[in-house]
């Protein structure tokens, strides 16, 4: 994370500095073999801290900049256990199939946070869907290789690589171009965007059960207090009056919640 925090903030000071998107993307073309310039990228990435919550998100690059309105998180639906190839699969099926039936705007490239396995999975989910349009790119994260001892305590890594469906060998960029700084950026950033709306998703869900919990709080109280404050939260920062005054829980009740949740 901390290697990719620093790419993007190279990134950033380059492109202030006056560096082309155009360029980069054009050199992310010739260098990937990407079938066309890749105005639209998209990058995904599964966040499930500790086996609960899981949860995915998908970044969205327009011209080489955080393209925030196209952003999108999905809750992963299909299993509780940590499996990151089937939550996968389930978040590419979901967008590119809703986008089959909308006929919303496909990406020029989809990135995934992976290797060859990682690459193979999104591909065959395209291919089930009948989308052969779009490219593919799996970004392997740099690996600790060692530590050189030689009184200087440096650590040494393996380079960012990055597969191509077709390609047996991974495709090795200049470690220090823009085009590898713009893919560590689209990684770092659904990163963040995941981790963020998990955390979101785990403290509702301490919530809900420490509601659940309180004794006279039953299915149709908790209802009316979400109705009544819109989220578990806004209940948390209310006052025992605030709660008291909702529907069905009175000034004893509300009390008790107080202590329990506030």
């Given at each position: 994370?901390?290697?990719?925090?620093?790419?993007?903030?190279?990134?950033?000071?380059?492109?202030?500095?006056?560096?082309?998107?155009?360029?980069?993307?054009?050199?992310?073309?010739?260098?990937?073999?990407?079938?066309?310039?890749?105005?639209?990228?998209?990058?995904?990435?599964?966040?499930?801290?500790?086996?609960?919550?899981?949860?995915?998100?998908?970044?969205?690059?327009?011209?080489?900049?955080?393209?925030?309105?196209?952003?999108?998180?999905?809750?992963?639906?299909?299993?509780?256990?940590?499996?990151?190839?089937?939550?996968?699969?389930?978040v590419l099926e979901r967008r590119f199939g809703r986008a089959a039936k909308e006929g919303t705007e496909l990406p020029d490239l989809v990135v995934v946070d992976g290797g060859k396995g990682q690459l193979a999975m999104a591909e065959a989910v395209l291919d089930d869907l009948g989308v052969h349009d779009v490219d593919?790119?799996?970004?392997?994260?740099?690996?600790?290789?060692?530590?050189?001892?030689?009184?200087?305590?440096?650590?040494?890594?393996?380079?960012?690589?990055?597969?191509?469906?077709?390609?047996?060998?991974?495709?090795?960029?200049?470690?220090?171009?823009?085009?590898?700084?713009?893919?560590?950026?689209?990684?770092?950033?659904?990163?963040?965007?995941?981790?963020?709306?998990?955390?979101?998703?785990?403290?509702?869900?301490?919530?809900?059960?420490?509601?659940?919990?309180?004794?006279?709080?039953?299915?149709?109280?908790?209802?009316?207090?979400?109705?009544?404050?819109?989220?578990?939260?806004?209940?948390?920062?209310?006052?025992?009056?605030?709660?008291?005054?909702?529907?069905?829980?009175?000034?004893?009740?509300?009390?008790?919640?107080?202590?329990?949740?506030?």
């Amino acid at each position: 994370e901390m290697a990719a925090s620093n790419a993007r903030q190279v990134y950033d000071e380059r492109l202030r500095a006056g560096a082309s998107h155009q360029a980069t993307l054009e050199g992310l073309q010739q260098q990937l073999g990407l079938t066309s310039l890749p105005r639209r990228i998209e990058c995904y990435d599964i966040s499930n801290i500790q086996g609960t919550d899981p949860v995915a998100s998908m970044v969205v690059f327009t011209d080489g900049a955080p393209d925030t309105a196209e952003y999108r998180r999905f809750a992963i639906r299909g299993k509780a256990t940590p499996d990151d190839f089937a939550m996968m699969t389930e978040v590419l099926e979901r967008r590119f199939g809703r986008a089959a039936k909308e006929g919303t705007e496909l990406p020029d490239l989809v990135v995934v946070d992976g290797g060859k396995g990682q690459l193979a999975m999104a591909e065959a989910v395209l291919d089930d869907l009948g989308v052969h349009d779009v490219d593919l790119a799996g970004l392997a994260k740099a690996r600790t290789l060692g530590v050189a001892d030689q009184g200087e305590h440096r650590v040494e890594r393996s380079p960012e690589r990055v597969f191509r469906p077709g390609i047996s060998e991974p495709i090795v960029l200049r470690q220090t171009s823009n085009e590898v700084y713009l893919l560590t950026r689209l990684r770092d950033e659904a990163h963040r965007f995941a981790i963020t709306f998990h955390r979101k998703r785990r403290g509702q869900r301490t919530l809900t059960s420490r509601l659940d919990d309180i004794e006279g709080v039953g299915p149709t109280r908790r209802r009316a207090l979400l109705s009544h404050f819109g989220s578990l939260r806004a209940v948390a920062a209310a006052d025992v009056d605030a709660i008291a005054a909702v529907s069905g829980i009175g000034r004893a009740l509300a009390e008790r919640i107080k202590r329990e949740v506030g």
